[in-house]
């Protein structure tokens, strides 16, 4: 029987739409893109929960091995000196002696308070009652999550065209692989006439070897090709988040990619504002905006409420759990008002530092505003280059296809030697080599066009 795992091996069949919705969804980017957007969302939460009622329980054990003495001076619990006085003029009047110590100002009393063994258990609440700061995180924390599933949808769009140009590469490898195919057959043909021609006497054996080393470079071109082929497959399996040992097939042709379009894109205008990049550099500036207030209403006072309630006991020895025996009750409430009264000028300087980020961040749309137009000039110019380079190499493959056919003509006719031959075999294979440049280049600059225009959003 067949391992279980040949007959769950994954296969794929996509076009390259459909190759970037898979990426938009599996890449190892954008996987790492909706972490980062899950905390956000988490902190969002997370910051919501501090305005919320806070409850904590606490247990305390505390076993003396010497209770704590205080010390007191000796009369500091004596009679006070008009009292002592008193007494002592009873004492003269009546010749009854009072029988006390006499007083020592240097004497000390010692005292031990409290059981050796004690425990307290308690439960505190405390609820928030106003916090400037709190409120304006609370924004803060909801404007960054927003920042962040931006990034999402940023990741996904550079993520598309990377398939794209990954996309792109495979083809063109693999239309590179059954160019040199067509020119090997056509050229193992032409040596099988060669060697006939040979036999008869009509060439020389040079002729022959010299055809035969043009097939070998061809079938190293071939192994070369086929290897980069494979290489490309398994590169876009990484972009797209595939396993490598699953099978993908690519339902697009060059050609279709080619003429997709083409005209339609050289003619949308651009509008950067309509890009996830502005969503993203606009939602940050909200964010320093409310930075910025966030400093400011620190100088506001703040007010919570609590409660606590404990119970207490204290034994000679460990008998805490005896229903019998007392717990001591201990319960209050109250309000707490904190109110920052002088700084040293901290928080001017925090609101004036917070200013100066804010004021980056729309310096920072203006010069992405700039960037995104210049690169869609620069995009849009290069897609219209390379049309043009890649029809010229189009009339430059079919010239050199129909030099090579006519040298071949000629050298069966005897007109034209094995040199010229291979001469025109060489040019074939260069033009061959910048058609299928060509060709790369014009689906790569079509989509960097694409994605200056926002279309892999």
């Known amino acids: 029987m067949l391992p279980m795992s040949i007959w769950a091996q994954e296969q794929h069949t996509m076009t390259l739409k459909q190759a970037q919705e898979y990426a938009s969804e599996h890449s190892y980017s954008v996987r790492g893109a909706y972490f980062d957007a899950e905390a956000a969302l988490r902190g969002v939460k997370e910051t919501i929960a501090i305005g919320l009622p806070q409850v904590n329980g606490s247990i305390d054990y505390n076993n003396y091995i010497d209770i704590p003495t205080q010390v007191a001076p000796a009369d500091a619990f004596g009679f006070p000196a008009y009292l002592t006085q008193f007494l002592g003029e009873v004492s003269a009047e009546t010749g009854v002696p009072i029988n006390a110590p006499a007083g020592d100002a240097n004497a000390v009393s010692e005292f031990q308070f409290g ?7 308690g439960v505190a609440l405390s609820q928030l009652i106003f916090d400037g700061s709190y409120f304006v995180g609370l924004k803060a924390a909801k404007t960054y999550a927003q920042v962040m599933n931006g990034a999402v949808a940023i990741t996904q769009r550079d993520v598309k065209a990377i398939v794209a ?22 050229l193992e043909k032409t040596r099988g006439d060669t060697k006939a021609m040979l036999e008869e006497g009509f060439v020389e054996e040079q002729d022959l070897d010299q055809l035969d080393l043009s097939i070998v470079d061809l079938n190293n071109r071939i192994a070369h090709a086929s290897n980069q082929e494979k290489i490309a497959l398994d590169m876009l399996k990484f972009q797209l988040g595939m396993p490598m040992s699953a099978t993908l097939s690519l339902s697009d042709t060059v050609d279709g990619l080619l003429t997709d379009g083409a005209v339609d894109m050289l003619g949308t205008g651009f509008n950067f504002e309509q890009s996830i990049d502005y969503d993203v550099l606009s939602t940050q500036v909200r964010l320093m905006d409310l930075n910025v207030k966030n400093e400011r209403v620190k100088s506001l006072p703040s007010i919570g409420g609590f409660y606590n309630y404990s119970r207490n006991a204290q034994r000679e020895s460990f008998d805490f759990f005896d229903g ?55 995009a849009r110019n290069d897609y219209s280059l390379a049309l043009a380079t890649y029809q010229n190499q189009q009339q430059g493959l079919l010239l050199a296809e129909r030099i090579f056919n006519k040298t071949q003509i000629k050298y069966t006719e005897g007109l034209a030697s094995s040199f010229d031959l291979a001469q025109a075999q060489t040019q074939l294979l260069q033009a061959q080599g910048n058609f299928i440049g060509g060709m790369l280049s014009v689906l790569n600059a079509k989509s960097r066009l694409s994605k200056s225009l926002n279309q892999y959003q």
């Open 165 to 186: 140009e990954s996309y792109h590469t495979v083809l063109i490898a693999k239309e590179n692989v059954a160019i040199l195919q067509e020119s090997l057959t056509v």
């Open 324 to 378: 019998d025996k007392k717990w001591y009750p201990t319960q209050l409430w109250g309000v707490q008002l904190s109110v920052p009264i002088f700084t040293s000028l901290r928080g001017v300087h925090r609101v004036a530092k917070a200013r100066v980020e804010a004021e980056r961040s729309r310096m920072n749309l203006e010069q992405a505003s700039q960037g995104a137009t210049l690169e869609y000039e620069s």
């Open 115 to 121: 059981a050796p063994q004690t425990m307290t258990a």
